[in-house]
């Protein structure tokens, strides 16, 4: 079965919310970056709720990235999510290995630690993207996402995320929901909502047993009219390119550009969200430095105009 995110919404509009299917995209993130146990569940995690809330973007272009940055032994984990649902994302410390947490679980929550950040980072193709930045709750992602929601854009939510790794380490299944309370909800509604949201016990429990997300949506909107209105494939999708990693090593400057030129005559360079290796030979490097030299020769004569 392909990954697949769903859309839904109250007929009174006042509820919508967010299911995602992820087993393909968490698997896909484990075998590019080598991930162990705990670190496959935490990029899992993180990448199924940036493909649903890239989904909750307008424009083709945007894009949101969700940053945690805490304590623990893994550094910093990262997801991208686009409009389309697709996603990308890399670990920091991928290798990172903890004993279960004291439920019997894997333990993203001590992986990432509890002192640091969630930063979410949403680029709307304006000058300066928007940032929103608060401490993490516990690490365990699904209640920092659910934190930022209710400080950053007051909007409180529901967030339950879970990814169940096999004993061959592949991803036996992962998926996720959002569910958001838009202005204007009633009390009952509330109500109902609180009262379900009990029955979801675990994500990763409930899909390992043969529910979809559809399924899991309507145990947590039981009593509440709504309507599914979007059905779509997801991915993980890595949109690198030989131009944009040449753009990355015109970044490094002049003087460095030339240092490699010298020293080693050529460079390679690795993406960071998949195993793709980018080699330029010493031609196509002094290229890149001509062009960084053309750019400082026009926007002096600019300024001399």
Known sequence: MNDYLIRAVSEDGSIRAFGCYSKTIADTARRYHGTSPVATAAIGR????????????????????????????MGRVMAVGSPDGSVKGYVGQPLVDLPLNAQGKLDVGGA???????????????????????PLVSGEIGDDLAQYFAVSEQVPSVVALGVLVDKDLSVKTSGGIIIQVMPGALDATLDI???????ITSVTQMLDEGMS?????Y?????IDYHITEKKDV?????????????????VGETELEA??????KAELCC????????????????ILEGIREEKRNAKESEND
Do not use: H, W
């Open 46 to 73: 993180l990448l199924t709720a940036a493909s649903m809330m890239g989904a909750m973007l307008k424009g083709e272009e945007e894009i949101i990235t969700l940053q945690m940055t805490g304590s623990g032994p």
């Open 112 to 134: 990432i630690g509890k002192d640091g950040f969630l930063t979410v980072i949403t680029d709307l193709g304006l000058k300066e993207p928007f940032i929103g930045k608060i």
């Open 193 to 199: 909502l609180e009262e379900n949201i009990k029955n």
């Open 213 to 217: 997300v559809e399924d899991i949506l």
């Open 219 to 223: 145990v947590a909107l039981r009593g």
């Open 235 to 251: 991915q993980y999708k890595c949109n690198c390119s030989r131009e944009r990693v040449s753009r990355v090593l015109a970044s």
């Open 260 to 265: 490699i030129i010298e020293e080693d005559g």
């Open 272 to 287: 960071q969200f998949c195993p793709e290796k980018y080699e330029f030979n010493k031609e196509e490097l002094e290229a």
